[in-house]
């Protein structure tokens, strides 16, 4: 996890990204800027403030790791190979030259240099990449003696980041540690994530926990369902086994995963020839044991849904025992019903 709170800033510089395909200019700032600390703080608080989540990448390229641009003019920085403010430059060209979709827009581009970070309790430097693209509009009042006047401004609002990397000056060999957020659209991620900085997710525990948690719910989705008579409940009953053996456990063991959750033969056949392919499919190498990362399961834990949903009159939720349920059918009535049991009502 980060820890910012004694983190500096201590270079900025600045950059104007247009449109390159839409004849927008790429505007470039002749020297690092010069900030007071009052605005050091909240600059602070609009480039750091988003980053929470455990999910890491590297930086990546198909034949050489040093052929990757970003890679490359940040290794320079920590290594102080180059100067700042000129790599910064040639950060900046390079988004430049990605900008090869209609729909990306124009924007400020902060590059900074940031000292005493704290990421999975290492004390690093990092270098801040993001871009500001969406400006929001502030009223903004004057007072003359007794009289009031207002006028709009447009600007920046400090806490909600459109595009953001960090890069932490550790496992260099590897291709860095680097955490980034892309809060636009879909299909401009490929420019921020793949074109502009190709990376590619570290697989930490997070990473194992959140994928694989996507196994399990990929696997009722495709084949654990109606199509292949499996009832509702079970579904569901599999999908809430899995999501507390995430939930309980510190290490996931995956024979003990298997036994304990997968407890059918063929349902275990079923779901090692789903995975297999579904590791194929997706670029994705599970180990058979890591630890657990419990943000991971808190992200996913809403995706675990236990609805039963019957017509649009009636929602079940199903927490425990799926025994408890039973299912039947009305012939007189030609409908099918659930009858539930318990003890007492709350």
């Known amino acids: 996890m980060f820890d910012f709170t004694e983190a500096k800033l201590e270079k900025i510089a ?19 800027i010069t900030v007071d600390e009052e605005i050091k703080e909240l600059l602070k608080k609009y480039f750091l403030s ?25 290794r320079h920085i920590f290594d102080q190979t180059g100067g700042f403010f000129d790599l910064s430059v040639s950060m900046a060209k390079h988004l430049y030259n990605q900008t090869d979709h209609p729909n990306i827009k124009a924007g400020e581009l902060y590059i900074a240099h940031i000292t005493d970070c704290i990421v999975d309790d290492e004390l690093v430097d990092a270098i801040g990449i993001f871009k500001s693209e969406n400006k929001e509009t502030y009223i903004k009042i004057y007072q003359e003696e007794k009289a009031f006047s207002l006028d709009k401004q447009e600007g920046i609002n400090i806490n909600k980041l459109d595009k953001g990397c960090l890069i932490f000056n550790t496992e260099k060999e590897f291709g860095y540690k680097v955490a980034v957020i892309d809060k636009t659209n879909k299909d401009e991620t490929k420019y921020w994530n793949e074109k502009f900085l190709n990376v590619k997710p570290l697989s930490n525990k997070f ?16 084949v654990f369902n109606t199509k292949n008579e499996v009832e509702k409940t079970d ?3 599999l999908l809430n086994r899995s999501i507390e053996y995430f939930k309980e456990e510190e290490v996931f063991d995956e024979n003990q995963f298997k036994s304990t959750v997968l407890t059918d033969h063929d349902v275990k056949e079923a779901f090692n020839e789903f995975k297999d392919k579904y590791e194929t499919d997706n670029c994705i190498s599970f180990t058979q044991s890591f630890s657990i990362s419990e943000q991971a399961v808190k992200g996913q834990q809403k995706n675990f849904k236990s609805i039963l949903k019957l017509d649009k009159n009636f929602h079940i939720y199903i927490h425990g025992n799926k025994e408890l349920v039973e299912k039947g ?10 009858k539930l049991f318990f003890e007492k009502e709350a």
């Open 14 to 32: 600045i950059h104007k990204i247009g449109n390159k395909i839409q004849d927008e200019d790429l505007i470039l700032s002749e020297d690092v």
């Open 50 to 74: 988003n980053f929470k989540s455990e999910e890491f990448n590297q930086f990546h390229h198909d034949s050489d790791l040093n052929l990757n641009e970003v890679f490359s003019f940040s």
């Open 207 to 222: 990473y194992q926990t959140n994928n694989y948690l996507n196994l399990c719910k990929s696997f009722v989705k495709e």
């Open 235 to 237: 579904q569901i009953e």
């Open 329 to 338: 059918f009305d012939k007189d009535k030609q409908m099918n019903f659930y």
